[in-house]
């Protein structure tokens, strides 16, 4: 299990989950959120999971995924949103599905019409009617666009079996819209903001 760029890691995903499941029965309360960067991954690590941590244990399970290009010009391509969908709510259909956009370092901030219009699309188009769904989003990408498309973005994750996740450096005006969003549907998962991150969102 690693990240890229790195493609080896000393921990697999066999030893991660034998590793969850001894923690719980030692009486840990924990979850579990995986991120896919290849789809190939995706049906093996499934059946691990499965097979350490069948969905009647009630773990809560977080499977993310980058389904779309996003903004800034991002060089690794995004998974099959379809495929990736698919074989989550086959292989485990309790999941939350966490689903979002490629990222790159570029301008301008913000996720654009087209983006929005598509990932809302992706989610009453191709995910089953009832499963649970995180918008995982750049919280500085979010406040950064256009009044019209983070409204829409805000409806639409907030309502039933719907929430937001955001992540990323987040500067002092970024983090107090945060303060502002609704916390029963809202996760945080935000780090400090370089200056040049901060510089970037005082210019808009």
Known sequence: MCHPPARESNLNVHDFCRAVAAAI??????????????????????EELDGELPERTGVPVLLNADVLPG?????????????????????RPGAILSLGWTHGPGLPLG???AMVDRIVDLCERVVPRDSQVTLAASATHLWASQRRQRERLLEYFTRRNRSL????????????????????????????????????????
């Open 111 to 113: 996720y654009s019409a």
């Open 71 to 91: 903004p800034g010009g991002a060089q690794q391509a995004p998974l099959d949103a379809e495929r990736f969908i698919g074989r989550c709510a086959t292989a």
């Open 25 to 46: 029965s030692r009486g840990r309360k924990v979850g579990v959120k995986l991120d896919f960067k290849e789809l190939a991954t995706v049906e093996r690590t499934l």
């Open 165 to 204: 996740t955001l992540w990323g450096p987040s500067p002092p005006r970024v983090k107090r819209w945060i303060d502002t969003l609704d916390n029963h549907s809202t996760f945080v998962d935000t780090a400090a903001a370089t200056w040049k991150q901060a510089a970037a969102v005082e210019l808009l």
